[in-house]
């Protein structure tokens, strides 16, 4: 007897992933460069004075890049395009929502997110798990009782996979994205973001075989 198990599990995120992009702009490499540096590093100083909140820190993509004029002759260099990608995770989502604020009020810098998921070893994925497995084991016997008899053994059982859905990096109706241009240095800080976590679904199946106590029919 072939049967299938199928579990749906509905979840609190354990992490958020936010993407921070920092710009330059000057009229020579240098000058680009000078900024972009420092820029990126009051980023990377306020992500890690969160201390423990911060998960992981990384650093992607740079880039400086001439802009050339449009008219005239020959290669001339208008101005200089410099950025830096940055991907933190974190897992205290009051200092996510406190941060992202911080962070979106800072020059030239953009963000975005949060992606929300579960870490890969996530207790969530064992117990969806677990519940294929048990409705499976209760289909076969139904369909054995069904027939006047039990059943005798378990012959395979084949894991079809469980997976967490949305992905890491999830196109969600509501994603935050902002970016900062520099507040005026009388101005009173934002207020932080109150961001609401988005429930994760695992989902995971199996195929098992049974052999049954042979029935009288």
């Keep these: 007897m072939a049967v299938r198990g199928e579990a749906r599990l509905e979840v ?38 969160y201390g423990d909140a911060v998960e992981r820190l990384e650093t992607g993509a740079f880039s400086i890049t001439p ?16 950025s830096v990608h940055v991907t933190a995770e974190l897992t205290d989502f009051t200092a996510l929502g406190e941060l992202t604020t911080r ?4 020059e030239l810098t953009r963000v975005d997110g949060p992606w929300w998921a579960l870490r890969p070893d996530s207790p969530a994925h064992r117990e969806a798990r677990k519940k294929a497995v048990t409705e499976a084991v209760q289909r076969a016997r139904e369909y054995a009782e069904a027939l006047g ?4 053994a378990l012959v395979e059982l084949a894991d079809i996979g469980a997976e967490s859905s949305p992905p890491a990096y999830p ?22 973001l109150d961001l609401e976590p988005q429930r994760q679904r695992v989902h995971a199946q199996i195929n098992a075989r049974f052999t ?6």
């Design 12 to 49: 609190d995120p354990e992490i958020a992933r936010i993407g921070i992009t920092v710009a330059a702009r000057g009229r020579d490499r240098r000058s680009a460069l000078d900024d972009l540096t420092r820029r990126n590093a009051v980023v990377l100083d306020l992500v890690k004075s």
């Design 67 to 82: 802009e050339l004029t449009k008219h005239g002759r020959g290669e001339r260099v208008r101005t200089y395009h410099g």
């Design 103 to 106: 962070l979106a009020d800072l």
């Design 149 to 152: 008899t039990t059943l005798s």
């Design 171 to 192: 196109q969600a109706p509501g994603r935050m994205r902002s970016a900062g241009y520099g507040a005026a240095a009388e101005s009173a800080p934002a207020a932080p």
């Design 212 to 217: 049954m106590v042979p029935p009288r029919l």
